[in-house]
């Protein structure tokens, strides 16, 4: 009987993971198992491996050694390994991971069922592809299951299916371990590993494309390690540009009229095009991958991606995610840096003109930054630091500033730091609190060495966790849109989120914060982690609760409202799928309706690169006023008499001073279809609901029309906003001095 199973082992400079890798095949079953064999290739390794493979070979025959004379690389060495392999699958296992225990018997046995039904349906209907479950291994010994198994378990890829019919498994990862192939099937597609970085795309992207049917094994049958020293995902090197040669193989296999398989359908195409534009900006983006002298040259490349393989009628993809596409298609590498840095462009991004160069902020460039970053993490912990952002380095706002307010009245030994982005923002501080600009010295050795860190949104994923260190996640919101993990069935408004990084920062988590215990109830399982909720209720509603009747006073005044005015706060939030701000209502016109004795505040999300636009208004119309740019909404909070807004978090912040809210939400089907939402706001609202101009103009005439409707909100939503959020918080997380 034929070899049902080839395992093939590139060995290269592993010698202190061979033995566990080997013992994890070959110890797994009896010596009496030989149903399948080892192809270990010795890439002219520099080390003992060689040494290590012929002694495990001389008491073993299952396993066989290759010895290179030339060193090929992880793709030329599997290249080597393919005329000797003698069983009906291959299966290419990297040296420095290692295989669960019983993996190879179960591996075997599924095969064996998989030919015994092919068998007895009589035709050639075999898996050409075995997908199987995995766990990232971490240096730190922490494991994470398979974060795509949801994309997985319970497909139609269980009983077997097609690419096109489950093209989902395009979210998952594209690397060549976790996958069986039927050795005639990947023999005939006549594609081969490329050289280089990246070096099994070239062969996954096809062979998934091509394949009659894969099937997935629901079983963990892998242990992979992620940031060990020496993997392509944590070194720098102009190779990353590799992966453009591993694009034009997969592109040239797509348009070969003698392309083995089905037709692939255009949506496919278009899928593999965003895969690898993804791909390389994500590459491009990671700190101390691509090295400085290089970057330039790589965001061309991407830039020549797109020329040479964009799919005819190509669309881009909405939201931040298209103008980035957008920029890179046009190499505006300036631009698309100043909108990774600042989510604004540099100038106004009109159709057809190009961005304008923002000015260079002085840092550590890419390449230093990431040796500087890992020489401070040598460092000690500084057992009294803590790191504060907000808003990613925006500057000094929403819960965290009021953490750091609290710590330094009971925990001063705790020294506070802010992360901002740049010199402006750092100008921009309240005075007397210290602060690092991203990617200086300064950063990098507070990131690297402090004890503490407090965030409303995640830290870099490129700064590691240290053992040791306290991570607080405040989120900066009650949701009522669909947050997190609860996205991932509902690919509109998951569009471009990367659920394994997503999975990756809560694993970073040791507290998080919640307003209340709706947001208990969902964040815990949006968020799913180890870390302790604390149920405290905001921190950056303290201000809001605690607030005078002077504080409220001289915010009005602040922001020049008369005192016989009603001042209406018009907030809506941001719409993913529509890239920036787009009015649902005419201010103007409402303006109009409300008459002189109003003021609108118009404030849009800080997602936004662009203002609402002209805001004058006619005689007789109330006074309307721009008040997006203001850096503290609270303030806001504190001078309006009302709010106006439709999905917006703000809605459950503002319900804290007890005062009128106003939802206008004309896009409400639409909007919980594509988002959707953990309750009704129609059934449950904060106070009076609209769904058009006239509606709203009378509601807000009226003054207060929905008090009961505050009232039951305020019980579901508020009962945690005392006043005294930021001090239990700073008593369960810092050392409070009695």
Known sequence: MPLLLSIVLPVHGVERFLPRCLDSILGDTP??????????????????????????????????????????????????????????????????????????????????????????????????????????????????????????????????????????????????WNKVFRRAFLEGLGV???????????????????????????????????????????????KHADVFAQYDAIF??????????????????????????????????????????RRKDFFRQIARHFARHRPAGYRYPGGVRGVQYRLAARGARIAYAEL???????????????????????????????????????????????????????GYACSPAAIY??????????????????????????????????????????????????????????????????????????????????????????????????????????????????????????FPGRYEMLDTGYPRNDR????TPDEVGAMRERFGLRPDTTAVLYAPTHRGDQGGYVPLLDVRELARRLGPDFTLLVRTHYFHTGGPGDLAADEGSAAIVDVSAHPTVEDLYLAADALVTDYSSMMFDYAVLDRPVVIFAPDWEEYQRVRGVYFDLFAQPPGAVTVDADGLAKALLAGDPEPAARAGFRARFCPWDDGGAAERVVRRVFPVES
């Not at 998934?208 to 079983?219: N, S």
């Open 192 to 238: 081969s590993f490329g050289r280089g970085y990246y070096e099994d795309i070239s062969v996954t992207y096809p062979a998934l494309l091509a394949a009659g049917r894969l099937r997935y094994l629901d079983r963990p049958c892998y242990f992979y390690r992620r940031g060990r020293d020496g993997a392509i995902t944590a070194t720098a090197s102009p």
């Open 405 to 526: 307010e609290k710590a330094r009245e009971l925990a001063p030994q705790i020294q506070g730091v802010w992360v901002v982005e740049n010199r402006k923002q750092a100008a921009a501080m309240p005075p007397g609190v210290p602060y690092v600009i991203v990617n200086t010295p300064a950063y990098l050795k507070a990131m690297a060495t402090a004890k503490y860190f407090v965030n409303n949104v995640n830290f870099p994923r490129t700064m590691a966790k240290r053992a040791g260190t306290v991570h607080v996640q405040t989120q900066h919101g009650t949701p009522l849109k669909a947050m997190g993990m609860d996205l991932r069935e509902r690919p509109e408004a998951a569009e471009g989120m990367d659920f394994a990084r997503l999975q990756e920062a809560v694993d970073r988590w040791d507290f998080l914060v919640s307003s209340n215990p709706h947001t208990s109830e969902h964040f815990a399982r949006a």
């Open 31 to 176: 010596a009496t198992e030989s149903r399948f064999e080892v192809i270990a290739v010795d890439d002219l390794s520099p080390d003992g491996s060689g040494a290590i493979l012929d002694a495990y070979a001389a008491r073993d025959p299952r396993l066989r050694v290759l010895h290179l004379t030339e060193n090929q690389g992880l793709g030329g060495a599997r290249t080597a390994a393919l005329p000797q392999v003698r069983g009906e699958y291959v299966w290419f296992v990297d040296s420095d991971d290692w295989l669960p225990e019983r993996t190879v018997g179960a591996i075997l046995d599924e095969l064996e069922r998989e030919r015994e039904q092919e068998r007895e349906r009589g035709h050639g209907t075999p898996a050409d592809v075995l997908l199987t479950g995995f766990t990232h291994v971490y240096p730190d010994g922490e494991t994470e299951p398979n974060p795509w198994r949801h994309v997985l378990a319970d497909s139609p890829l269980v009983e077997g299916c097609t690419l096109a019919e489950h093209p989902a498994l395009f979210q998952t990862v594209m690397s060549v």
């Open 340 to 394: 990774r840095r600042t989510g604004r462009l540099p100038g106004e991004l009109r159709r057809g003109a190009r961005a304008v160069a923002p000015a260079v902020k002085k840092g550590v460039r890419s390449g230093a930054r990431f040796t500087a970053y890992n020489a401070f993490r040598r460092l000690p912990l500084d057992e009294h630091l803590a790191v504060y952002a907000a808003y990613w380095h925006r």
């Open 544 to 547: 809001l609760a605690n607030a």
């Open 252 to 293: 040239a296999f797509l348009d070969r009229p003698d392309r083995p398989g089905r037709p692939v359908p255009d949506a496919l195409r278009t899928l593999v095009f965003e895969r690898t534009v993804r791909q390389a900006l994500n590459v491009y983006d990671t700190p101390g991958l691509v090295p400085a002298d």
